[in-house]
């Protein structure tokens, strides 16, 4: 049962354009998501959360975007790089009994950016 | 300050072997947890550990196994490997699991089961 779920495996955007992630999630008490980013031969790394009581979240050129009515959340990337081609996963967290969270992942989704 | 170490990085196991991945966390983290990943599965999670205790397990067979030390530092076991079992193991620490769930990973252990 994937309760994360990223329907794309890839996406190829051309430099200096929108590259827009999207990732659906079926738990409603999922209560925080994050985006990481993960190159070849590298851990993941944190790029960016929201809360589920924010419908919005920007940093620099990455916002990511929260529909809890939909269970939808999205990642835009404004202008795409090419060192933004990587694959990006989405991750979703709720809070357990004890008070710690555990991460849920999506499959990921592998963006190109090309010249 | 020294990020996640897993070891080792890569290693090749036949069938019906097992075999021992080791994490050291950054330093002053006490949770670490143990995720595979493999292509189009994403990154399933296996296991938390928190003060040496597993505090969540995700559904995997009782094959994989792991145990924390008193110093934050995590292995993972898996006996009787299997074909299926060739993945990237990442290790990811956080400073006690109960934030909102930034992880930081190492840079995983590429095993593959001949």
């Known amino acids: 049962d994937q309760q994360v779920k990223q329907n794309s495996p890839s996406l190829s955007v051309q430099e200096g354009r929108i590259s827009i992630l999207n990732c659906d999630y079926t738990?409603?008490?999922?209560?925080?998501f994050l985006w990481y980013k993960k190159y070849p031969a590298e851990g993941p790394t944190f790029l960016i959360s929201?809360?589920?009581?924010?419908d919005k979240n920007e940093d620099g050129r990455f916002t990511v975007f929260l529909n809890k009515s939909a269970k939808h959340l999205s990642l835009h990337i404004v202008p795409s790089q090419p060192g933004d081609s990587a694959v990006y996963f989405c991750?979703?967290?709720?809070?357990?009994?004890?008070?710690?969270?555990?991460?849920?992942f999506g499959a990921g989704t592998r963006l190109a950016v090309h010249p | 300050k020294a990020g996640v170490t897993q070891t080792p990085r890569y290693l090749i196991k036949t069938r019906g072997q097992q075999v021992t991945l080791s994490c050291s966390p950054i330093?002053?983290?006490?949770?670490v947890s143990w995720y595979q990943q493999t292509p189009g599965q994403g990154l399933q999670f296996l296991f938390e550990?928190?003060?040496?205790?597993?505090?969540n397990k995700g559904n995997f067979p009782g094959r994989f196994s792991g145990r924390q030390f008193s110093n934050s530092r995590s292995e993972m076991n898996v006996s009787t490997l299997e074909l299926g079992d060739s993945a990237l193991y990442l290790c990811?620490?956080?400073?006690?699991?109960?934030?909102?769930?930034?992880?930081?990973f190492g840079e995983g252990s590429r095993l593959t089961v001949l």
């Open positions: 990811a620490s956080s400073q006690s699991g109960g934030d909102t769930g930034e992880l930081f």
């Open positions: 738990n409603s008490m999922f209560d925080y």
């Open positions: 929201i809360s589920s009581i924010k």
């Open positions: 991750a979703a967290s709720f809070s357990l009994s004890g008070g710690y969270n555990k991460l849920i």
């Open positions: 330093s002053g983290h006490r949770s």
């Open positions: 550990y928190f003060s040496e205790t597993q505090r």
